[in-house]
């Protein structure tokens, strides 16, 4: 079965600096697409960025972008000049691509972006 | 815009008492999910919809039932709630086979 793991209960970063969260999983498929979710207090969950396995360009949205390494089975998201709104939970998942149209999410990332 | 939106926002019900819970969304997309999320704890699928066809997650309680009386709307029904079922639900949509889902505000739910 396929396990999405983030290490990082909780981070931090000050205003304007770069951070950057972990995600790990695992999969015996060779196709398969990875996402970022954020999810702001008492707000709604929206996408960040996402990844399909089959390319090698790393995805890049502004000020964040992805490390994907296939082979480690790692998908780190960094956050370039953080501001004070990046402040939020952050959800990693994956999602086979056969028909199942569910995602697997790791239990999250909670970052605080501090003036 | 197109969006999911859920309502209510905030429920508080009895312990033992139904509640529906409500979510449409104007995307037209075919595909409908029920997400239960406790406190900082990731989402928990308990079901989704493909079209009409029904899919229960193999864990989730036969407390939970789902409708889907067409394409725009989706209720979840808890019909007995306990003080356990107290979460953020979240309803999400997604074009068939394609792989990004779309998050509604999510309904917290209060069990007394």
């Known amino acids: 079965a396929q396990t999405v793991t983030q290490s990082q209960p909780e981070m931090s970063v000050q205003e304007a600096e770069t951070v950057t969260l972990s995600c790990t999983y695992d999969t015996s498929e060779s196709d398969y697409y990875l996402f970022w979710y954020k999810q702001p207090p008492s707000r709604q969950m929206i996408l960040v960025i996402r990844?399909?396995?089959?390319?090698?360009q790393n995805a890049t949205e502004n000020r964040f972008s992805v490390n994907f390494q296939k082979a480690a089975k790692s998908f780190s998201l960094k956050i370039s000049d953080s501001q004070l709104g990046d402040a939020a939970m952050y959800f990693c998942a994956y999602r086979m691509t056969d028909n199942t149209d569910k995602l697997i999410f790791g239990t999250g990332t909670r970052l605080q972006v501090f003036p | 815009d197109a969006m999911v939106i859920q309502n209510p926002r905030y429920q508080v019900t009895q312990f033992g008492k139904p509640v529906t819970l409500s979510c449409s969304q104007t995307?037209?997309?075919?595909?409908m999910y029920w997400y239960q999320q406790k406190s900082s704890q990731a989402p928990k699928l308990l079901f989704h919809?493909?079209?009409?066809?029904?899919?229960n997650e193999a864990d989730t309680p036969d407390n939970f039932q789902s409708r889907r009386p067409n394409t725009s709307f989706c209720f979840l029904d808890i019909r007995s709630p306990g003080l356990g079922d107290a979460a953020m639900y979240l309803c999400?949509?997604?074009?068939?086979?394609?792989?990004?889902?779309?998050f509604g505000p999510g309904t917290r739910l209060l069990v007394l």
């Open positions: 990844q399909e396995a089959y390319k090698q």
């Open positions: 919809y493909y079209d009409k066809d029904f899919n």
């Open positions: 995307l037209n997309h075919n595909v």
């Open positions: 999400a949509t997604s074009r068939r086979l394609e792989e990004t889902q779309y």
